[in-house]
T-cell receptor
């Protein structure tokens, strides 16, 4: 089973460029999320979706857009990359079981903005 | 808003020794708590979770964690570490709206031979 697949694994962007980080899951989970990981700060939620057509902002949404047209896919768009967006990005899909949510993470995309 | 604190940024432990990682959380209601492990260059893997019931929960790879409401803690333990346990460990709490995790800053574990 593929689980959660993120592409690309590595990317270097110039300041001001735009790009889309891809995320796909094959577990039919309703919930999907994007996090960024920075040293000493753990993972912080950027955007999330509770189902196709429904998205909402997380803790650090500025500079990022998302959409959810299908259950499987949840791309993250950087409209105009800035050096502050240099980070490792993780996509997660999750389901609710026993009252709580269990999340599955992709392998991450390491983004450098120069 | 919920928050998670992992007081130890780095821990070095000898192979075969016991390990305890600390996690303190702030949350107004009954929390859903998690421990994840991240090996170098990898994504996060769920070690264990606490939703309700028995406050001592068992996870994969020989890990366990104990929920202590009075101390707002959810510490992770392993009786005897293996070199393969070298990784970064994250504690997380699930928010009231569900599906949204708040993570601590992580603890990096180094294992000495």
């Amino acid at each position: 089973n593929a689980g959660v697949t993120q592409t690309p694994k590595f990317q270097v962007l110039k300041t001001g460029q735009s790009m889309t980080l891809q995320c796909a899951q094959d577990m039919n989970h309703e919930y999907m999320s994007w996090y960024r990981q920075d040293p000493g700060m753990g993972l912080r939620l950027i955007h999330y979706s509770v189902g196709a057509g429904i998205t909402d902002q997380g803790e650090v949404p500025n500079g990022y857009n998302v959409s959810r047209s299908t259950t499987e896919d949840f791309p993250l768009r950087l409209l105009s990359a800035a050096p502050s967006q240099t980070s490792v990005y993780f996509c997660a899909s999750s389901f609710t079981a026993g009252g709580g949510t269990e999340a599955f993470f992709g392998q991450g995309t390491r983004l450098t903005v120069v | 808003a919920q928050s998670v604190t992992q007081p130890d940024i780095h821990i070095t432990v000898s192979e075969g020794a016991s390990l305890e990682l600390r996690c303190n959380y702030s949350y107004g209601a009954t929390p859903y708590l998690f421990w994840y492990v991240q090996s170098p260059g990898q994504g996060l893997q769920l070690l264990l979770k606490y939703f309700s019931g028995d406050t001592l929960v068992q996870g994969i790879k020989g890990f366990e964690a104990e929920f202590k409401r009075s101390q707002s803690s959810f510490n992770l333990r392993k009786p005897s570490v293996h070199w393969s346990d070298a990784a970064e460990y994250f504690c997380a709490v699930e928010g009231a709206a569900g599906n949204k995790l708040t993570f601590g800053g992580g603890t990096r574990v180094l294992v000495k031979p």
